[in-house]
């Protein structure tokens, strides 16, 4: 399987006997220390006793609960998960730094006009991209809730999987730009145009002015500015952003990819975004307006969900899939030996690359004159 060559074996904090062996430690530690105060005869403060119990029982519960998840693969991932160290801030293409292989940088952008806080969005730009004058395509790309617009840099590996399959000449070098979805970490907005609060869907996915994602792309990068030159993806509830606003703007976008996704916001996102009118309830749930859209292009979909899903979560997918072929799309599904973690995003980061690829316009493809944006 790709993915599996490409992600390969468990990393090392991720490996359960990571956790494991912090917890014998521990219980080996505390053991020792009391049969050697035992011995010595008992003393009256037993405070490093506690506090080695406490910091390692805690720290392998941590790691435990990172185990399951998948998100800090390497000690290096340390850093960055701690706002230690991260991409050069840029405005676009005039400051970049130097050189030829692949970058990530970072933009601040917001949009008082949206409501939307300014945030920090990550760009990765493929290797020749600074030594060139071409065009490249533009992945949008949405990671899940609770999270932060860098989880697919730090959890998903996303530069170095995408350096191997560009290198490989299995996915066509692009751009791939990781907006804020959840306005700092806690927000469950789902991407959803909020009746009194931020219009995340316009900011994700408007053209027309540079205060919204794909506009400053395209007025500050080498973007191919039209639906062939775009794609969304996602995982878990980025997954239903990207599957919710590529059915909504089919015009702006020529592929899905979605990672574990939902069919609707959930109860939570729906009361407080879009406080239960009917109107934008319908508007986005997926199975309930799907079966009356009318596409005036294909829209070609990935569907990836985990085997160890709940059976609703299964469930839903599978009618994800029915209902997209119903309506003529082309759906590609797949499953990952996984549960809803980010372990199913790295099992599931190169065929959802590859297949983006495929549906892309190679890069110094020119955007005609007068096409809409």
Known sequence: MLGTALVGP????TSWWVPAGVMLGT???VVGLVVLRWRRGRPRRRSPIVVIAV?????????GLNSYAGYVTTPAAIPPVLGFTGPPRVHGDRDLPAGRGSAVVSVRLGS???????????????????????????LYLYGGWPGRSNDWLIAGRLRAVLDELIARGQARPMIVAMPDTTLGGLHDTECLDAVSGPKLESFLTGTA???????????????????????????????????????????RFGSIAALEPYPTAGAGPESTALQDRPDLLRHNRILDYLPTMRFAAPVP??????RHASAPERRDNVRLAAALRACGQHVTTRTEDSAHTWHLAQLAAPAMLTFVSAHLAPAGTVTPRGTPR
């Open 112 to 138: 008082p006009r949206l409501s939307v806080p300014a945030q920090t969005m990550y760009v990765y730009l493929p290797p020749g991209y600074r030594g060139d004058t071409r065009r490249y395509p533009v």
């Open 301 to 306: 979909v990935l569907l990836d969900w985990p």
């Open 27 to 29: 219980v080996a530690a």
């Open 55 to 63: 910091v390692g029982v805690v720290g392998g519960l941590l790691l």
């Open 10 to 13: 468990p990393t090392p904090m």
């Open 209 to 251: 002015a540079d205060d919204t994602v794909p506009g400053y792309l395209d007025r500050h990068f080498r973007t191919i500015a039209d639906r062939r030159g775009r794609a969304l993806a996602g995982m878990s509830s980025g997954g239903f952003c990207a599957l919710n606003l590529g059915l909504h703007h089919t015009g």
